[in-house]
């Protein structure tokens, strides 16, 4: 469907196949069914990037490697604040309870 549509196609659920033991994904990438965890959250912004990188839409720096990325991750995460992410688990915890 994309190729049809002239679109860029970032397979995610293949990015999720090969990031999962035994393409099976678990609680690192998601914190129930459909809703990403941080980590997952960072797969899928990956995943994005380089296809929209491999289509020619945008050029990545020299300085995007694993270790630029980690760095990047470890700010957004060290941003997060503890006590709204712990709320915002307790009402998901909620809506599947």
Sequence with gaps: MAADRQVILADFAEAVDRFSPHQLPGNSLFLDHVHPTVRGNLLLARTIVESMNAAGTVSLSPEWDDQHI??????VESGIDAAGHGLALMKLSKVLA
């Design 70 to 75: 980690v760095e990047i991750a470890n700010e």
